[in-house]
């Protein structure tokens, strides 16, 4: 079974600021794993994925995400938070091999404080 | 990048009614695509997976008879909300995978957004 976790409902940080969002899976299968963020009003925008490459992957617009494989975890940071950050961020699980279906977490909400 | 469209963006609808979403890849050929439906401030729920030439597959709790999928072509997933009810009420994306070597990323549908007086 497939599952994504996203640890945190809202996350809310002051501009200037380090940014991270929380996301643990499981799966019974060797995952893909991708952060996609939706502005409001607006399609769901790939911000970066996870394919059994390098472990630490570099996203659009400053974001990188780590894979540990011994936490099963897949943290979105970013080092200084803009205020065009704020949006709805989700966490995705595509097990290989099962038809590309992707799995979502429940999203995390940031917000950016002036 | 791929492009994957909607129509329409919005409807509203009757209690009893029945709505047709299209989902369509711009500039690539999608053999399979994908249907979500998203609560307001909630995540995207896979509702089904459209095969282009056969049956979709449905997840489990998803009722197959009121929402109908067809994969018409290569380009085009239709979803169907038969006697709609107010509860069906929701945000509906749709997906389209691309790539190579059996990695592929997902191009999302900016969404229809649904409602049922």
């Given at each position: ?13 002051s ?11 499981s ?14 009003n607006?399609?769901l ?11 630490l ?22 080092p200084?938070?803009h ?32 | ?16 009614t029945?709505?047709?979403?299209e ?11 994908f ?22 597959t ?21 979803l ?5 009810h ?32």
């Amino acid at each position: 079974a497939q599952s994504v976790t996203q640890l945190d409902s809202h996350v809310s940080v002051s501009e200037g600021t380090p940014v991270l969002l929380r996301c643990n899976y499981s799966s019974s299968y060797s995952p893909s794993l991708f952060w996609y963020v939706q502005h409001p009003n607006k399609g769901l925008q790939l911000l970066l994925k996870y394919t059994s490459a390098a472990t630490l992957v570099k996203g659009i617009n400053g974001f990188e995400a780590e894979f540990k494989k011994s936490e099963t975890s897949f943290h979105l940071t970013k080092p200084s938070a803009h205020m065009s950050d704020a949006a709805e961020y989700f966490c995705v699980v595509s097990p290989r091999g099962a038809g590309n279906q992707f799995y979502f977490g429940t999203g995390t909400s940031l917000t950016v404080i002036p | 990048g791929a492009v994957v469209s909607q129509h329409p963006s919005w409807v509203i609808c009757k209690s009893g009614t029945s709505v047709k979403i299209e989902c369509r890849s711009l500039d690539f050929q999608a053999t399979t695509m994908f249907w979500y439906r998203q609560f307001p401030k909630q995540s995207l729920m896979l509702m089904a997976t459209s095969n282009e030439g056969s049956k979709a597959t449905y997840e489990q709790g998803v009722e197959k008879d009121k929402f109908l999928i067809n994969h018409a072509s290569l380009t085009l997933s239709t979803l169907t909300v038969t006697s709609a009810h107010p509860e069906d009420s929701s945000f509906y994306i749709c997906s389209a995978p691309q790539g190579t070597s059996g990695i592929h990323e997902q191009f999302f549908g900016p969404g229809t957004r649904l409602t049922v007086l």
